[in-house]
């Protein structure tokens, strides 16, 4: 069998004397790398992302393993087995997660089936994600991020490096390029077509779809139920991904009302998969070929694994297990955090827009997310988002925008 079918690197793995709050905090990073890449394979149609998934899965199976290992040590008696479970719950949720992405990459790579007009469906937001190598010669070549000032230049970020077989995850401006380097970009298709040449001196070529494929989906009655189906099957990545992020916040701030909102979160996917399946199955009904229809299948399944997973990770918040120590000194060492707050009616933030109720140059904090109670969720909303009484914002920033963040959504 060849690398990428789906069996597991043997290679051994030993304990080793590491800390349990850097391997929490890298299964964190990794396990949304892992979301962003799984889905953005499938997206763009990309075998070469979706096999840098599979090895990413495979460092989650040895962070997954040593995590264990340090758990196992550090529990000398009933008490801290308690203290411990939380952190045991990440653990077996992030290896869920990784799991999950797997499966969700093997729909490109086994070629499961997915209709090529199927993403002319996919919203036009969605930023390309890329793998390239840096070759020798190329002018990006042993010079760091911050001198080459790629995000600024171009628009495009380094969002993972792969240097054989370890990886920089949320690589800085420090982070140096080297020949060999696997660099992931995401962007704008201007300055990724740009960087991508720097760095391998190749042209890149832009993922299309066939007008003739696109014409004849427009005109098939599965049509509507199949646009349905895709525009859930993107609304619950969304969903899945915001609750994982939620659910680290949740276990690391020891925040009870972020679980609650990991809670509210799977149960909308759950919601939306019973609604996804339906229309999968109407599109079926009138398809040429309804097998091609499976990897859309896989997706629905998959994408709810990861939410279930991230119910799991905060399940210890939610049943009120004191937080491990190790768990807090990874809080401690991070400016940022989650928040939850409720806008009240005659607050500053009652009726006016993001943008006009939380100016960027007072509050650094940035809205992920908006609940309303009788509507549902506003994901990513839009500056120009008209906020009221009862709306719950999910937001990340520093602690001290925190404090002012609340303020403003506290009544006069």
């Known amino acids: 069998m060849g690398p990428f079918s789906g069996d597991r690197s043997s290679a051994t793995v030993e304990y080793e004397p590491v800390s349990v709050k850097d391997l929490l905090i890298e299964m964190k990073d990794t396990a949304e790398l892992l979301i962003d890449l799984s889905f953005s394979a499938v997206l763009l149609n990309s075998e070469a992302i979706a096999k840098e998934v599979l090895r990413l899965e495979e460092k989650m ?37 990784s799991d999950a992405t797997g499966d969700i990459a093997k729909v490109v790579l086994e070629e499961v089936g997915l209709p090529e007009a199927m993403r002319t469906a ?4 969605v930023e390309t994600l890329v793998r390239t190598s840096v070759v020798e010669g190329s002018e990006y070549a042993d010079r760091t991020l911050g001198e080459i000032n790629l995000e600024s230049e171009t628009g ?20 140096e390029l080297r020949i060999d380097d696997v660099v992931l970009l995401r962007g704008p298709d201007a300055g990724i077509a740009e960087v991508y040449e720097t760095l391998s001196d190749e042209p890149y070529t ?32 969304n969903l899945s991904e915001l609750a994982v992020d939620l659910s680290y916040g949740a276990i690391l701030f020891d925040n009870a009302e972020l679980a609650e909102e990991v809670h509210n979160l799977e149960v909308e996917v759950d919601a939306l998969r019973s609604r996804f399946e339906a229309w999968t199955l109407q599109a079926a009904a009138d398809a040429d070929d309804p097998i091609a229809l499976r990897g859309l299948l896989h997706l629905g399944f998959s994408t709810e694994e990861i939410s279930d997973a991230a119910l799991e990770i905060s399940e210890g918040v939610l049943r ?13 060492e991070s400016d940022e955090i989650i928040t939850r707050v409720t806008v009240n009616e ?7 827009s993001l943008v006009e109720g939380v100016p ?26 008209r906020l009221r009484a009862g709306d719950v914002l999910i937001a990340k920033g ?3 925008s925190e404090e002012t963040f609340r303020e403003l959504a506290s009544a006069a």
Do not use: C, Y
């Open 61 to 97: 199976d040895v962070l997954r393993l040593r995590a264990r290992m340090s758990l196992l040590m550090a529990s000398r008696n009933p008490s801290d087995a308690e203290a411990l479970a939380p952190v045991l719950g990440i653990v077996s949720g992030t290896e869920k997660i």
């Open 122 to 125: 996919i919203p036009e937001a």
């Open 156 to 175: 495009v970020r380094v969002i993972a490096i792969r240097r054989g077989d370890d990886w920089i995850l949320n690589p800085d401006p420090s982070t």
């Open 206 to 237: 832009p993922v299309t779809v066939d007008d003739t494929d696109v014409q004849r989906f427009q005109h098939r009655p599965a049509t509507a139920f199949l646009e349905r189906a895709v525009d859930s099957i993107v609304l619950m990545r």
């Open 320 to 332: 009120e297990i004191d937080v491990h120590p190790v768990v807090e000194l990874a809080v401690q």
């Open 346 to 352: 005659g607050s500053a933030l009652d009726g006016t």
């Open 360 to 385: 960027e140059e007072d509050v650094s904090i940035n809205v992920l997310a908006v609940r309303r109670p009788e509507e549902g969720w506003v994901l990513v909303p839009g500056a120009d988002t």
């Open 398 to 400: 520093t602690r001290t």
